[in-house]
């Protein structure tokens, strides 16, 4: 069985991208074999796994720009059945480094493809640029995730992104679809966060989930520790947020792909894919 690829994408900074891609893969991870890979030459879903990137000598660099194989350059966490493969600062030179490349925008695609059968499910965090990394990445995924912090301007570039996906999925991944919106950084004492949850939802439909993510010190503290949240503090809400997230990509993923409990069969083998321009209805 191949593994499913998910993309958490959104090119606005500190949106909640590290923290929904560390956070849902440490809770997939609990029962299912999982791979996060990072994307962002700052390193925060590396570190916030628990790897000091100063150990680190082989990377989502040298996997996209030097041909590594991901099996030597992955690494274990401490939560059991989630590997990294890590980022590292020198990722920043890659953008310009792909360039030259035939099929660059097929490098990580492919280099997922050798290790494809060690996971259920692969969850590539991205930075917060729409360039040749992020292209990589949407050409590599089955579904995006998209994370969204409860402000006044939540979509704002939203639409950039959507041409983006759009133009991955005619001319590179047909197969693209967007999976879940998430809202991040739900402070519900505010009218504004709710009225923006009303506008995201009426602009995304049913795509986006029901669980929305608290803004919650618990989740913020967790990465200096180096532990996802279900490790530093699983009962915080937004531990519970993240972890009842995880069960609805679960299930989402049963009924799109038909895997059944056992997480046989593989992506795409399911029919019912989910209509794929739904999302471009009018705000
Ligand atoms: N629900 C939350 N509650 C409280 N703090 C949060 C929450 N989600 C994220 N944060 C904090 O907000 C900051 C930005 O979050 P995060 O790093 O996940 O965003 P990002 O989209 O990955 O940012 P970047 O674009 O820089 O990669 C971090 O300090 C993180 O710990
Ligand atoms: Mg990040």
Redesign the pocket.
Known sequence: MSAIVWAVV?Q?????????AVNLAAYLAQGRRVLLIDT?P?G?ATSGCGIDRRTVTADTYTVLVQDQPIKEARKATTVPGLDVLPATINLAATEIELLNRENREYVLKNAIAAVSDDYDFVLI?S??SLGMITVNTLTAAHEVLI?LQCEYYALEGITQLLEIIERVRLHLNPELTIGKVIL??FDGRTNLANQVMQEVKSYFGEAVSPTV?????R??EA?SFGQPISVYDGRSK?AIAYETIAKELLADVERRYGVNKNGSSGAGAGTGRPNTRWWQRKR
């Open positions: 959104n606005k900074g500190g949106v909640g991208k590290t923290t929904t962002d700052q925060n965090d930075p917060p994370p991040t950084l993510v608290p803004r919650n010190i989740l913020s990465p937004g």
